[in-house]
């Protein structure tokens, strides 16, 4: 069974630049997840989606942020624009049911110059 | 959720068991205690959840005391690979209403040769 896919694995942008995000959670599992670590710090939850819809969203630091579900498979997380300070690792997770398992990808850890 | 407090680092050598624990003195009645494992460049993985007394799987053993203010997760007889990030969070699956994770610093394991 495949896991949790996250692409790309690196992304590397300038200032001002828009940046995509892509997760493909494990098939069936309606709950996805966005969690990011900046350097230093914790990894911090950004939103939860429960198929299509947004069930969560209260770790999104800001507008620059869009989270999209559409058709409650994969999710896409944009960036736009970047800011220096969106450096780091952007994990997806994915589970079953809501207060289940979480299984993550590998991140993409985004740098922004 | 509950606050979670373990400690920043521990080493360890190969063949050794080792114990992290992590207190939660906040702990509600329904929480169920979680720990997570994560590798360099990957995202966390399960690995094993309790509620009280003794959890057991293939990787880790839980103990959590009739207060369920702490918890101490083993690991027997650790080698180099088992060298991670051990995060230990409270709150979450089982019984809660949300799928949100909230991770605190976790605790660096250095195994050594």
């Known amino acids: 069974e495949a896991g949790v896919t996250q692409f790309p694995s690196h992304s590397v942008i300038e200032k001002g630049q828009t940046v995509t995000l892509r997760c493909d959670p494990i098939?069936?599992?309606?709950?996805l997840y966005w969690y990011r670590r900046v350097m230093g710090k914790e990894i911090k939850f950004l939103l939860h989606?429960?198929?299509?819809?947004?069930?969560?969203e209260s770790g999104m630091p800001n507008n620059r942020f869009l989270a999209e579900r559409t058709g409650g498979t994969y999710s896409t997380l944009k960036v736009q624009p970047a800011e220096l300070e969106d450096s780091g690792v952007y994990f997806c997770?994915?589970?079953?049911?809501?207060?289940?398992?979480?299984?993550f990808g590998q991140g993409t850890r985004l740098t922004v110059v | 959720l509950a606050k979670t407090t373990q400690p920043i680092s521990m080493d360890s050598y190969e063949g050794q068991e080792v114990n992290i624990t992590c207190s939660h003195n906040?702990?509600?009645?329904?929480?169920?205690i979680t720990w997570y494992q994560q590798f360099p460049s990957q995202g966390p993985r399960f690995i094993i959840q309790?509620?009280?007394t003794k959890v057991t799987n293939e990787v880790a053993s839980l103990f959590i005391p009739a207060d369920r203010k702490s918890s101490t997760l083993s690991l027997p007889r650790v080698s180099l690979s088992d060298t991670a990030v051990y995060y230990c969070?409270?709150?979450?699956?089982?019984?809660?209403?949300?799928?949100?994770?909230?991770f605190g610093q976790g605790t660096t394991l250095q195994v050594k040769p």
């Open positions: 997770a994915s589970s079953q049911k809501m207060n289940t398992e979480a299984f």
């Open positions: 098939s069936g599992h309606d709950n």
């Open positions: 989606f429960v198929k299509e819809s947004k069930q969560d």
């Open positions: 906040n702990i509600a009645t329904n929480d169920y």
């Open positions: 309790g509620y009280k």
């Open positions: 969070l409270v709150g979450v699956h089982g019984s809660s209403n949300t799928g949100k994770l909230i």
